[in-house]
């Protein structure tokens, strides 16, 4: 269908390259296309429908987005609202969509609905969804705290019709795709942090040895620079848990306990990370002028999007086994 026909370790080199571009929009915008909309395509769709939706995106006419968020249901994906009522070979879809990555550009959604009225984990389907049908409303592009440069839609749906053959895999099989589908979105959002935090502690170091206060260098104090030493530790244990899970993954298997535990350290470390160093740049740290701050803004979204850190916490604890059982 156009790729390359590497495995998902390659997904996450390019990951943890694009850190090296200065804001996360960008990265984000990629992971999206590449990592979140199409996983589920990828696997569980029909060839008719990887041509028609597969092909382009990889080639890069087709920008696709993600349906899942909902203003009452963000990490809550079994409460979502949106529903797709089966009317003779077509799907009528009502309801909407909150905080969508590229919506307002997109040409295609990665759709999950309610199908039925079966129980929640079990009556939701995936829709590949036309971004020009009728009845589509992208009511307004939201103003972030950060991630600026990424567009960020609230969208409608009114009695939007399309063919049932857009079904990705299984009627009902929607949520159990969506779940693996975020195993892939939350490695890769790992991936693409690792490099702004070090090059933040870097720019910390330079601008802090330069940077003199009371006669000396603000570097030369014992608690900037084993702080700092302490949190470049850390990105590199990050590192080797996500490099732990890719080749796990690779190997075949369910990495959802180790994705979100890495994606979990990942919002802390990122919040950790921008928030120490922002405060070794003085005022200077406060403007807009420096990289530190774009990144205390744009990282901030590691601990929300894609599931929040207490959803991590509560995926890490039933793997564990210490929640109690229903």
Not at 43 to 52: A, I, N, T, V, Y
Not at 251 to 270: H, I, P, Q, Y
Not at 309 to 314: A, G, P, Q
């Amino acid at each position: 269908y156009g790729g390359m026909g590497l495995d998902f370790s390659y997904n996450i080199a390019v990951a943890e390259e694009l850190g090296n571009i200065r804001c996360g929009g960008i990265t984000m915008a990629i992971g999206v296309q590449a990592g979140m909309a199409t996983p589920a395509l990828t696997r569980f769709g029909s060839d008719e429908l990887k041509r028609q939706f597969l092909v382009p995106t990889i080639a890069g006419d087709f920008v696709a987005c993600l349906g899942i968020s909902e203003a009452g249901a963000g990490s809550d994906v079994a409460n979502i609202k949106t529903t797709a009522v089966r009317k003779g070979d077509e799907y009528v879809i009502n309801g909407g969509k909150m905080w969508i990555t590229s919506g307002s550009q997109a040409d295609w959604m990665c759709l999950l609905a309610n199908t039925s009225k079966g129980p929640p984990h079990q009556n939701k389907s995936l829709i590949c969804l036309p971004m020009n049908l009728p009845g589509i409303h992208v009511a307004k592009k939201i103003d972030k705290l950060g991630m600026r440069s990424s567009d960020t839609a609230q969208i409608f749906f009114e009695d939007v019709r399309v063919p049932c053959k857009n079904l990705i895999g299984e009627e009902g099989k929607g949520f159990t795709y969506q779940m693996l589908q975020f195993q892939e979105e939350r490695l890769w959002g790992v991936a693409t942090a690792l490099t702004p935090m070090e090059t933040i502690i870097q720019e910390t170091i330079d601008y802090t040895r330069q940077r003199k206060v009371f006669g000396q260098p603000v570097l030369h104090n014992q608690a900037v620079h084993f702080r700092l030493a302490e949190l470049a530790t850390d990105v590199e244990l990050l590192r080797s848990l996500l490099h732990r899970a890719v080749a796990l993954y690779v190997e075949g298997n369910d990495v959802t306990k180790f994705a979100s535990m890495a994606k979990l350290k990942a919002g802390r470390l990122t919040r950790e990370v921008t928030d120490s160093c922002l405060q070794f740049w003085g005022g200077m740290g406060f403007t807009s002028e420096v990289l530190v701050s774009r990144f205390y803004r744009d990282l901030r979204l590691m601990s929300i999007g894609g599931g929040t850190d207490e959803t991590m916490l509560s995926i890490i604890c039933k793997y564990m086994d210490i929640l109690p059982r229903k």
